[in-house]
């Protein structure tokens, strides 16, 4: 809240307009700051985002996530104790060789009361209104400025779980894209151009244009980074007021859903879809769901299983939990085609459930 209103004061801020840009950490915090509603925030864009703190991302499925959240946690906290991050001795010596008393030095006193978030979280067992604070599911409804919203389905670190918010806004406009793919794809070409015209209209209060450079280099910079160069969309607004743009964007769905990310485009696993679809509302207005039980032998069914419960059998192995599927690094994981090892379970020491051969085709 703070921050915004600092900026929004600069003369250099048009209209005293502030809008919020970022993802994954960076595009979460945007929920947390547009719930305290500060007056001079214009729009937030959260790209990569959680719903559930705790459901979502530090016990999903009541499992302490040990992974990517720990780590991450972990790497925080060591870059918030005392000179964490190596600049600060620096600045506490040009404070101290200008004779006078270092507010760096001071500050870093301060860091000794951090909390230790690890300990914290793993000392919370169980799911309860004392951590509701900290979910967004529970709170967008309080957010009063436009949103642009982006998630992926195998966003393998902060997971699928955002779409469980998203009937939640009450704000207007509201504007969704999903796709499959990785975490760092809400940067990605599908989504940067639909983001540029979201800020001109509802921060700079414009009719949305691809800025020169964007068009001049952009095509530049997603070659280097996927093998595939940004294609401007065409200029949906060419000729438009800004009251006009506003008004034909609020007009269309607020719901895209882009399918087959990584397969639209001459380089395979570019993050560029082979179709994609809008929708007026989320769920789905044509979403039914479907119930399918766990049989004897490793099936699934849409008939209940038999009264006896029947069973699986498999052999318990303690050598699989430590299995991985992605031995890369953090960056390597961003790379178009990843070499992922999908080891498939030993005969015996795994139950997998399938269903039949599907009759038709079916999104999930």
């Known amino acids: ?110 860091r000794g009361q951090n909390q230790d978030i690890l300990e914290l979280s793993r000392a919370i067992d169980w799911y309860d209104e004392d951590f509701l604070y900290t979910v967004p599911q529970t709170f967008v409804d309080r957010i009063d400025v436009p949103v642009f919203l982006t998630g992926s389905w195998h966003d393998e670190q902060t997971g699928p779980h955002f779409a469980n918010m998203i009937d939640e806004f009450t704000t207007e406009p509201l504007r969704v894209t999903m796709f499959n793919g990785t975490h760092a794809d809400g940067f990605g070409p599908e989504t940067l151009p639909a983001l540029n015209d979201f800020l001109d209209l509802y921060v700079a209060e414009e009719p949305p244009e691809m800025p020169a450079v964007v068009q001049t280099f952009g095509a530049v910079l997603f070659d280097l980074a996927y093998g595939w160069p940004l294609e401007p969309p065409p200029d949906r607004f060419s000729g438009m007021d800004h009251a006009e743009a506003k008004a034909a964007y609020e007009a269309e769905p607020p719901i895209r859903v882009v399918f087959e990310s990584g397969a639209g485009s001459a380089t395979v696993g570019a993050p560029v879809g082979t179709y994609e679809a809008a929708f007026v509302q989320w769920p789905l207005t044509e979403t039914e769901a479907t119930a399918w039980y766990l049989q004897p032998g490793g099936s699934l069914s849409r008939e209940e299983p038999p009264a006896d419960g029947g069973s699986s059998a498999y052999r318990f192995d303690p050598d699989a939990g430590g299995v991985t599927t992605f031995d890369g690094g953090s960056t390597e994981i961003f790379e178009n085609l990843p070499e992922y090892d999908w080891p498939v379970p030993t005969d015996g020491t795994a139950v997998v459930f399938e269903t039949p051969p599907l009759t038709e085709d079916t999104v999930l």
């Open 1 to 110: 809240y703070d921050v915004i209103e600092t900026v929004a004061a600069q003369e250099w801020v048009k209209g005293g307009r502030v809008g919020m840009v970022g993802l994954s950490y960076p595009g979460i915090s945007q929920l947390y700051v547009a719930r305290s509603n500060p007056p001079s925030l214009a729009a937030i864009t959260p790209l990569s985002v959680i719903d559930d703190t705790y459901r979502g991302t530090l016990r999903p499925g009541g499992i302490y996530n040990n992974g990517f959240a720990a780590e991450w946690a972990e790497s925080v906290l060591e870059e918030a104790d005392p000179y964490g991050q190596g600049w600060e001795e620096d600045v506490v010596a040009q404070e101290e060789a200008g004779g006078g008393p270092s507010t760096c030095a001071a500050n870093q006193v301060l």
